[in-house]
């Protein structure tokens, strides 16, 4: 099968910046960090500046402008103030942003001083992401992290001064957490007043502390049905509140969804930065060196720092684009899908349109097809029928 055009590539207009510090790594944590080795923040600050030099990232002429920009990691705001202050100095020598773009940082609650606050002021952060997981101190003790119930009010409050836009996640399927515990926090959460709430279930993942203990028996999975319920409520309750169920694990205030991350969703063309960071530029994916010092030896060599690299062919990208759109509440419309791929929706994947509908998945208004209520408890293994 054939499209009927060539699809049509943009210039990316949105970064992602991977800053790799923690003071501790979580026992769930997989994600590309190092914890304990603020000693090497120096080192990562001039391999960032030498990548972002690196083709095809650095711009023909002056600054690339950006809609969205977003640090994650790790902790964007672990380093000290005057090393956030030359991480942003980098970006702006970079990437040009305004008033109007959506400026993201990801925050672990304890290291938000309000001199770091200062600097993301500074900047123009506007969207700050803290690190909440949960209100129980006792949830907060087995997934290691360093604040405490009391505080989280405090900071959110302080936060807020600076930032109207404040998001925060939560954790759910955490080994002996209760139904009711769950409502309570987000419960909690909402009384924060904060626009902006994710959600996610808890995973073992393959090489953490907590699978390592899941093996010797030390903990256990939440059971399937237990984390149906807790999804259920987390649906039941932010939507009561007013909540726009916009994508899998977010939920937002009306004109509070998360730009940077719709890039991705709606499969637009990002740079992203940093150690294990993947990238989406000129029809082509790279994902970096996920060592941070394997990162750190590449640039410091001079060379690139990508570890994988794939062009996808035309069919193969129509149907990631289905993969990531089901996850959000907009689904995947025939008209633009087709004008963006130059593949009719029915005739790339009718079969399984079909399928999912008769398996009560997906509904199809004729327009386009979205996930049922019964397909988000299953959206994994419903988008992956598409790929």
Same mark, same amino acid.
């Given at each position: 099968?054939? &499209?009927?055009?060539?699809?049509?590539?943009?210039?990316?207009?949105?970064? /992602?910046? %991977?800053?790799?510090?923690?003071? $501790?790594?979580?026992? /769930?944590?997989?994600?590309?960090?190092?914890?304990?080795?603020?000693?090497?923040?120096?080192?990562?600050?001039?391999?960032?500046?030498?990548?972002?030099?690196?083709?095809? %990232?650095?711009?023909?002429?002056?600054?690339?402008?950006?809609?969205?920009?977003?640090?994650?990691?790790?902790?964007?705001?672990?380093? &000290?103030?005057?090393?956030?202050?030359? *991480?942003?100095?980098?970006?702006?020598?970079?990437?040009?942003?305004?008033?109007?773009?959506?400026?993201?940082?990801?925050?672990?609650?304890?290291?938000?001083?309000?001199?770091?606050?200062?600097?993301?002021?500074?900047?123009?952060?506007?969207?700050?992401?803290?690190?909440?997981?949960?209100?129980?101190?006792?949830?907060?003790?087995?997934?290691?992290?360093? $604040?405490?119930?009391?505080?989280?009010?405090?900071?959110?409050?302080?936060?807020?001064?600076? =930032?109207?836009?404040?998001?925060?996640?939560?954790?759910?399927?955490?080994?002996?957490?209760?139904?009711?515990?769950?409502?309570?926090?987000?419960?909690?959460?909402?009384?924060?007043?904060? &626009? $902006?709430?994710?959600?996610?279930?808890?995973?073992?993942?393959?090489? @953490?502390?907590?699978? @390592?203990?899941?093996?010797?028996?030390?903990?256990?999975? #939440? &059971?399937?049905?237990?984390?149906?319920?807790?999804?259920?409520?987390?649906?039941?309750?932010?939507? !009561?509140?007013? /909540?726009?169920?916009?994508?899998?694990?977010?939920?937002?205030?009306?004109?509070?969804? =998360?730009?940077?991350?719709?890039?991705?969703?709606?499969?637009?063309?990002?740079?992203?930065?940093?150690?294990?960071?993947?990238?989406?530029?000129?029809?082509?994916?790279?994902?970096?060196?996920?060592?941070?010092?394997?990162?750190?030896?590449?640039?410091?060599?001079?060379?690139?720092?990508?570890?994988?690299?794939?062009?996808?062919?035309?069919?193969?990208?129509?149907?990631?684009?289905?993969?990531?759109?089901?996850? #959000?509440?907009?689904?995947?419309?025939?008209?633009?899908?087709?004008?963006? #791929?130059?593949?009719? *929706?029915?005739?790339?994947?009718?079969? !399984?349109?079909?399928?999912?509908?008769?398996?009560? %998945?997906?509904?199809?208004?004729?327009?386009?097809?979205?996930?049922?209520?019964?397909?988000?408890?299953?959206?994994?293994?419903?988008?992956?029928?598409?790929?």
């Amino acid at each position: 099968m054939r &499209p009927q055009r060539k699809p049509r590539l943009s210039i990316p207009r949105a970064a /992602y910046v %991977h800053v790799p510090f923690c003071r $501790h790594r979580c026992g /769930y944590c997989d994600f590309t960090l190092i914890a304990g080795r603020d000693d090497l923040i120096g080192d990562f600050l001039a391999a960032l500046a030498r990548e972002l030099r690196l083709p095809p %990232h650095d711009p023909p002429t002056g600054r690339t402008p950006l809609d969205t920009l977003f640090l994650g990691g790790g902790t964007p705001t672990h380093p &000290p103030p005057s090393d956030l202050r030359t *991480l942003f100095a980098l970006l702006q020598d970079r990437f040009d942003w305004s008033d109007e773009s959506e400026v993201s940082v990801e925050a672990n609650p304890l290291d938000l001083t309000d001199d770091q606050l200062a600097v993301l002021d500074e900047f123009g952060v506007n969207r700050i992401s803290l690190g909440v997981q949960a209100f129980s101190a006792e949830t907060l003790r087995l997934l290691e992290r360093d $604040h405490a119930p009391e505080d989280i009010p405090r900071i959110v409050q302080r936060v807020q001064r600076q =930032c109207d836009n404040v998001s925060i996640d939560l954790i759910f399927g955490v080994p002996g957490q209760s139904l009711a515990e769950w409502e309570q926090t987000l419960r909690r959460g909402l009384d924060l007043g904060v &626009p $902006h709430i994710s959600t996610y279930g808890l995973t073992f993942e393959s090489g @953490t502390a907590f699978e @390592t203990r899941r093996l010797r028996g030390e903990l256990a999975r #939440t &059971p399937e049905e237990l984390e149906r319920e807790m999804y259920a409520a987390a649906m039941e309750i932010l939507i !009561a509140a007013g /909540y726009e169920h916009y994508e899998i694990s977010n939920f937002a205030r009306p004109g509070f969804s =998360c730009r940077h991350n719709q890039t991705y969703w709606d499969g637009r063309e990002y740079f992203a930065y940093g150690p294990g960071a993947a990238r989406y530029v000129r029809g082509r994916r790279e994902t970096n060196v996920r060592s941070v010092l394997g990162w750190l030896a590449k640039l410091e060599r001079n060379e690139s720092p990508v570890a994988d690299a794939e062009e996808l062919s035309p069919e193969a990208r129509a149907r990631e684009l289905i993969f990531l759109g089901l996850r #959000t509440s907009r689904g995947i419309n025939r008209r633009e899908f087709r004008e963006r #791929t130059g593949f009719a *929706l029915d005739e790339l994947v009718g079969d !399984a349109i079909r399928s999912q509908i008769a398996s009560g %998945h997906l509904q199809d208004d004729g327009n386009a097809i979205r996930l049922t209520r019964e397909g988000k408890f299953v959206a994994d293994r419903v988008v992956a029928a598409f790929l």
